[in-house]
């Protein structure tokens, strides 16, 4: 099963991605997309480490989300990927081709992924369009990027404050 869950910063989207993969009873991949650039992104990575069991593992991909995801997918095992816009801002920060064939990469992927895959991105498009080139391309490549992952995943639910609204598919 794909899922994919959405929702603004801090409003429960891992915490709920997180327990669906407790509750799934498989062998969990954590798949990290954040890097620590500063002291505040280190903390929110400290953070969500500290909420994880051991028992699960961790890999650590900023850019390569296909080819990740098709190195840990089985059908014994729940991957968990947190989160797509990180993974959005760092490609937007690479070079500027990388974009197009990583995007295109894990859209062509997901729907041939065995096992069950559960994606947290953060919703950003429901505030004022920004004023920056750089951060209105965000804004809608996130978007994008979001409309055509729900298009291919079994499952879409949005948060907010920590309750999940189901979008598409069987409630968590």
Same mark, same amino acid.
């Given at each position: 099963m794909l899922t994919l869950i959405l929702g603004g910063a801090r409003s429960g989207k891992s915490a709920?991605?997180?327990r669906?993969?407790?509750?799934?009873g498989l062998d969990i991949v954590y798949i990290a997309t954040a890097q620590a650039l500063d002291g505040e992104m280190a903390s929110r990575?400290?953070?969500?480490?500290?909420r994880r069991p051991s028992s699960w593992?961790?890999?650590?991909?900023?850019?390569a989300l296909a080819?990740?995801?098709? @190195?840990c #997918?089985?059908?014994?095992?729940? *991957?968990?990927?947190?989160?797509?816009?990180l993974w959005l801002s760092n490609l937007l920060g690479a070079a500027p081709s990388?974009?197009?064939? @990583?995007? #295109?990469?894990?859209?062509?992927? *997901?729907s041939d992924l065995p096992g069950d895959i559960v994606f947290v991105s953060n919703e950003v498009g429901l505030g004022i369009t920004p004023m920056g080139e750089l951060t209105r391309r965000f804004v809608d490549e996130a978007g994008r990027l979001h409309q055509a992952l729900a298009q291919r995943c079994d499952r879409a639910i949005f948060v907010a404050a920590g309750l999940p609204l189901?979008?598409?598919?069987?409630?968590?």
């Open positions: 709920l991605a997180e669906l993969a407790n509750e799934s990575i400290a953070h969500h480490r500290a593992s961790l890999v650590e991909e900023p850019l080819a990740t995801l098709r @190195e #997918a089985r059908g014994d095992r729940l *991957v968990l990927v947190d989160c797509l816009t990388r974009f197009d064939i @990583e995007r #295109a990469a894990l859209l062509d992927a *997901v189901t979008l598409k598919g069987t409630p968590p």
